[in-house]
């Protein structure tokens, strides 16, 4: 099972460390930061302990204007959950008093002159995809004008050739022969490496290339939203491969649906072409047109 560390956290963000630097070892179990607001005032039932907690100008500036026995009384409260760690914002001062009780119970104290609202929402991206559930599959992911496209098919058969000729075309490479797929809401997967890949695309006859040396850092990117998924195939003589349109087919990762499109290979065809005609279409789909309706509408006009 996947986890984050407070370490992470600082090393991700170069959070400053005030207190409970020797406990930075501690588990971030959960993907959202959470401002304890109304924790300061004695409500906790339902407080999420087990999140980062982030302190701004509201919470600390009334945690100022208490008494030194309500602001132990209040901060007592809220510690003695052992949340993961409290992160204040804007390079806020005064602190004596947190850093006190921080050390006592053995939790961090990080600061960052990040404003509160930005600082929420970095920590909620980093730790929503560093903590999603995850698989590896073999493929290639390719962005291709802005969609996430996820290309699969027997070993040899095209796949890494096909993303070089996208990349030649202006398109982005994110991943080549191993691509990892997050489940990063209930309808979204996020396409990326294993990091070891990373800028590698695998190319038969001749080898590994570096796409990011090759033709620029334009030509890859770390990660991208899967919106289709493509698999390459022989080509079958009897197949129907001309109709208006094809009955919309699925394939499921983690429980998320993602739009299927079956492309038969044969010497010639422009397979980099075809792709880029699917992640269009796609694109039109989305904003309400369909092509086979338009034309079915234009032969009733006649009649």
Known sequence: MKSVTVHDLVQRFSFEVLAGGEHMHAVIPKPRANRPGLEFVGYFDFFPHAHVQVLGSKEINYLHKLSEDERNLHIGNIVKYRPPCFVVTRNLDGLTYLKKHCEEEGITLLRTPMPTARCVELID????????????????????????????????????????????????????????????????????????????????????????????????????????DIELTKWQNDALNNDLELEPKFVEYMDIKIPHIEIQLQPGRDVAGLVEAAANNWYLRQQGYSAAEDFMQRLQSEN
Do not use: M
């Not at 096909?162 to 202006?170: S, V």
């Not at 994110?174 to 070891?196: F, N, Q, Y």
């Open 125 to 228: 991206s980093y730790l929503a995809k560093a903590l999603a559930p995850e698989i590896a599959v073999h493929g290639v992911c390719v962005n291709v004008a802005g969609i996430g496209i996820l290309l699969r098919g027997k070993s040899g058969v095209g796949k890494s050739e096909t993303a070089h000729t996208l990349i030649r075309r202006g398109h982005r490479l994110v991943a080549d022969d191993i691509v990892v797929l997050k489940k990063i809401g209930p309808e979204t997967i996020l396409g990326t490496h294993s990091g070891k890949t990373k800028e590698f695309l695998a190319l038969r006859s001749i080898g590994l290339i570096n796409v990011s040396r090759l033709y620029g850092r334009s030509a890859f990117q770390d990660e991208t939203r899967i919106v289709l």
